[in-house]
């Protein structure tokens, strides 16, 4: 579970989640592309199925030899909190799918079922103030 976490963390970062700091409320430039290139029909919102599409799309272009599954050897590096490197294990698709909606559920701050600018990035909405 504890390299499931990592795999996704490293996939949000990769996708731009995160990718604000909580001084500036204004996506930057790297960000905001990210966000627009998952943002499909270009409503302003990332939809559960907009970011299920993309991270799956993530997921096969990782998962080389297309058995379903991320081995160690198919993952980027990943470091846990305190920067330690995190041993790798075998995440299957259901697994992935699963964390992936833990992940936009957390990010979906103001439960609406959609991500906005903001909570793509990390920053804090007005609703959290």
Not at 20 to 33: E, H, I, M, P, W
Not at 54 to 82: A, Y
């Amino acid at each position: 579970m504890q390299n499931l976490r990592g795999i996704v963390t490293a996939l949000a970062v990769i996708l731009g989640l995160g990718a604000a700091s909580s001084v500036r409320a204004a996506l930057d430039q790297t960000a905001q592309k990210s966000f627009d290139s998952v943002d499909v029909d270009g409503d302003g919102k990332v939809s559960w199925e907009e970011y299920r599409n993309r991270m799956l799309h993530v997921f096969h272009q990782m998962d080389h030899n297309g058995d379903g599954r991320l081995t160690p050897d198919e993952t980027p590096p990943v470091k846990d909190k305190s920067g330690q490197p995190v041993k790798g294990g075998t995440v299957t698709i259901e697994a992935y799918t699963a964390s992936i909606e833990t992940a936009f559920k957390k990010a979906d701050t103001n439960g609406d079922g959609a991500l906005s600018p903001d909570e793509w990035a990390g920053a804090p909405t007005k609703s959290a103030k």
